[in-house]
């Protein structure tokens, strides 16, 4: 049998013959491509786009069942932590996340499985149709949301796990009448621009998700917001549940048979094990279980079975992701003071005492003089360079910073990723240590230089 080689078409890679390609073939017309036109790439808050976008698609939201999900860290991995545990009870489980690591499609999942290239053509054809039909044309991230919440319907998941994708009380995600759950993780200081300046702003933007009755289940939160959160909680008659880290017992990395690193923990007497290595990962996995209980105790079928075992199923890429050796080579997705805070907390936990080639990249609107000095304690050398985004920090403004504050180290400037990759592991050298932070958008050109 022949096989039959993937073939780049507008830097996408495509199985000739398949659905995708055809498509492609017969009109030209890209569904990434119309989703990521600059004229969509707004940040303009607000559900009224949305409502009437869905609505026209005859309200796909409304025949679905979902977990929603916000806070400024750790969203994605409570979000994967759930998403695993329902797949394990046997629940058909779409997942909707933000922004992508490597592959456009990871954004919508069904069981663990992206969207099909072929089913991403198609439904975002749908959307298209109406969309082009409104006076006032969604957003990139509304049309994604459209994109999303279609394709789960269709696939008839039993339920959704949906991140927030900007804050909470305007994101497009909010059009979600009556989640099973509403899920606020840390809330902390982050895009300020847009959602305030104080923590008391950006509490009030993430509880937005609050609805009323439905349960919520919270990060104890620092004072300030947590003020806010059981605020809005009692306006909206929602019960609170706030999780605590007092029956959480932290062990150390194991090593498994074939090398494999796991990180187990024991938490109100029972013990799990996580794939995912950072400090903070066990925190977020007890987010999720009580997340699971909260569901459990609302009739869904969830046995403490499905969730140790959706506990240590459960895969998030790019969070504190040893994914090389010689030297061994960490990708975290820090990308605020909170992150690159949890960073080194997981430096000292996996790898004590080891001096590291910190490889960065930021976006200029982050706090990234305060996020360096969080890590640059570890640092032997840096190398830095620009992530592919129009908001990043030019590399030469970074390394001027990194100067600036750690007078003496060495600091190489390198063009592209691919560049900082081959800088930062020379440097390193086989028995080093390479830490890859500072922005979500530059892990996949980080994992593909690899």
Request: aromatic residues 6%; charged residues 20%; negative net charge.
């Amino acid at each position: 049998m022949s096989k039959v080689s993937p073939i780049s078409v507008d830097g996408e890679c495509v199985v000739p013959g398949s659905a995708f390609a055809e498509a492609r073939k017969d009109d030209g017309f890209d569904a990434v491509e119309y989703i990521n036109q600059p004229r969509w790439r707004t940040v303009s808050l607000g559900l009224e786009r949305t409502r009437e976008l869905l609505s026209k698609l005859g309200a796909p939201q409304d025949r679905l069942r979902f977990v929603h999900v916000a806070g400024t860290n750790g969203k994605g991995s409570t979000c994967a932590y759930v998403a695993s545990i329902l797949q394990q009870a046997g629940f058909k489980v779409g997942l909707f996340t933000s922004p992508y690591i490597i592959t456009f499609e990871e954004r919508i999942r069904v069981n663990g499985e992206n969207i099909s290239w072929a089913d991403l053509d198609r439904v975002t054809r749908q959307v298209r149709d109406v969309a082009e039909a409104m006076e006032e044309h969604p957003t990139e991230f509304e049309l994604m949301t459209a994109v999303a919440f279609l394709h789960f319907a269709q696939q008839e998941c039993d339920i959704v796990v949906a991140e927030v994708g900007l804050g909470g009380r305007l994101d497009s995600t909010n059009v979600i009448e009556r989640p099973e759950v509403s899920v606020i993780t840390n809330i902390g200081i982050d895009h300020v621009a847009v959602l305030g300046d104080t923590l008391e702003k950006i509490a009030t933007e993430k509880a937005g998700i609050i609805k009323p009755g439905v349960p919520v289940v919270s990060w104890p939160q620092d004072p300030e917001a947590l003020k806010v959160v059981k605020s809005v909680a009692r306006t909206q008659a929602a019960p609170l549940g706030l999780v605590g880290f007092d029956d959480l017992e932290l062990e150390p990395v194991e090593r498994q048979d074939g090398g494999r690193l796991v990180r187990p923990f024991v938490y109100q007497g029972m013990r799990f094990q996580t794939q995912l290595l950072g400090s903070y990962q066990p925190s977020n996995a007890v987010m999720a279980i009580e997340v699971a209980r909260t569901l459990a105790r609302s009739g869904w079928s969830l046995s403490e079975g499905d969730i140790r075992s959706g506990i240590a199923a459960a895969q998030w890429p790019g969070r504190f992701q040893l994914v090389a050796s010689s030297p061994d080579f960490v990708i975290d997705g820090g990308h605020n003071v909170q992150g690159a805070q949890v960073l080194a907390e997981s430096l000292d936990d996996v790898f004590p005492g080891r001096r590291t080639t910190l490889l960065v990249g930021v976006l200029a609107d982050k706090q990234h003089a305060a996020m360096l000095e969080r890590v640059l304690p570890y640092a032997e050398s840096v190398v830095v360079f620009t992530p592919p985004n129009p908001r990043a920090l030019a590399a030469a403004d970074l390394a001027a910073e990194v100067v600036r504050l750690a007078p003496g180290i060495l600091v190489e400037v390198a063009a592209d990723a691919r560049q900082a990759v081959d800088c930062a592991r020379s440097l390193a050298g086989t028995q080093g240590l390479v830490v890859a932070f500072g922005s979500l958008y530059s892990i996949g050109s980080i994992m593909e230089a690899l």
